[in-house]
């Protein structure tokens, strides 16, 4: 799964993804390489490691839970590497636990999924993690993760219904009945 999406400037700040949802992947790749940012994609942690040794991200972001090593297993790895590096810790499944596990281990902050372009860019660029607002009270359903997701994506696309689809790895028609359905309730 590993890409790049490369913009004109090798001068760019470059940011490590390091996620096993490729279509999360690909949709926020693109965000971030539209706010000025040089993006390097990779499926799992092991696959992350090599391209941060090949070239070396100023930032990254790693999902908490991937198929192979976690991103609390990479992160000491890519500050091993660089120790100046901001790694961004990304999970729908959030805990306090888990939070403060992230920060000890030197993650700069920690952001629950669904998160967007902003969300990511804010938390990297941010001084200090505040434990209190890591976690949320009331952490979303699958369901409720799920169409956060499909809106996030859509409005990248602009409300197109077949881009968006293609984004998503899903048809056309199915997205347009998840659509019709009702927001699912926290």
């Not at 660029?125 to 996030?152: C, F, G, K, T, Y």
Request: charged share 25%.
């Amino acid at each position: 799964m590993s890409e790049d999406i490369q913009v004109e400037s090798e001068e760019l700040p470059h940011l490590l993804l390091v996620d096993d949802d490729a279509t999360f992947t690909r949709v926020m790749a693109r965000a971030m390489a539209r706010r000025g940012f040089r993006v390097s994609t990779a499926g799992s942690a092991e696959e992350g490691l090599v391209l941060a040794q090949q070239d070396m991200p100023d930032f990254a972001t790693l999902d908490l839970k991937m198929e192979g090593d976690s991103g609390l297993v990479l992160l000491p790895k890519l500050l091993e590497l660089d120790p100046e590096m901001r790694v961004v810790i990304l999970t729908g499944y959030s805990s306090i636990a888990t939070a403060v596990e992230a920060i000890k281990r030197g993650a700069c902050n920690y952001l629950c999924k669904p998160a967007d372009a902003d969300d990511v860019m804010a938390a990297l660029l941010s001084q200090h993690a505040d434990l209190d607002s890591l976690v949320p009270d009331n952490p979303m359903s699958v369901d409720r993760l799920q169409w956060e997701h499909i809106q996030r994506v859509l409005g990248e696309h602009e409300g197109n219904i077949s881009a968006t689809a293609r984004a998503l790895g899903m048809h056309r028609r199915t997205l347009q009945r998840k659509l019709q359905k009702r927001p699912v309730r926290r």
